[in-house]
C-alpha cells in the first residue's frame, strides 16, 4: 500500500506564492521506479482536473495548459517526496489540491488512471 500526506496549502493574495509537498508513506515492495506522481485540484461542484505530473523515473513532466510556465512540478525520490510551486497565482487557482500516484508510465493528466490519492490540502487565493 501507499499513503499520501500532502503538506498544508494556504492562503495568498493574487500573485503570490506558494509550495506544496507531498509524501509516500508506508511504501512498500509496489512503490516502483516506473510510477509517475500528479498534482490535481478541484473546486466543489467540478470535476477533478489535473494540474502536473511528473515521471519518478525520468523526470518527464505534463502540465495542463492553464497552469504552464507558473507552477513547477519536482520530486526527490530519495526522501519519496513530491512537490508543487505555485507562482503568480491567480484568484482562479483557489481549491484544494491532491496529489495522487499511477503505477504506470501513462504521465497523463486523467484523474481515471491514478490508483493513490492523498487527502488533499486547501489552496485559497485572494484577488
Known amino acids: 500500500a501507499v499513503t499520501l500526506v500532502e503538506s498544508e496549502g494556504g492562503a495568498v493574495q493574487a500573485g503570490g506564492s506558494l509550495t506544496l509537498s507531498c509524501e509516500a508513506h508506508e511504501v512498500d515492495y509496489k512503490w516502483g521506479t516506473y510510477w509517475c506522481l500528479g498534482w490535481f485540484r478541484q473546486i466543489p461542484g467540478n470535476e477533478r482536473e489535473g494540474v502536473a505530473v511528473?515521471?519518478?523515473?525520468?523526470?518527464?513532466?505534463l502540465y495542463a495548459e492553464s497552469v504552464k510556465g507558473r507552477f513547477t512540478i519536482s520530486r526527490d525520490n530519495a526522501k519519496n517526496t513530491l512537490y508543487l510551486q505555485l507562482n503568480s497565482l491567480k484568484p482562479e487557482d483557489t481549491a484544494m489540491y491532491l496529489c495522487a500516484a499511477d503505477r504506470t508510465y501513462r504521465l497523463t493528466l486523467h484523474r481515471f488512471w491514478y490508483n493513490y490519492w492523498g487527502q488533499g490540502t486547501q489552496v485559497t487565493v485572494s484577488s
Open positions: 511528473i515521471a519518478r523515473d525520468d523526470g518527464k513532466i
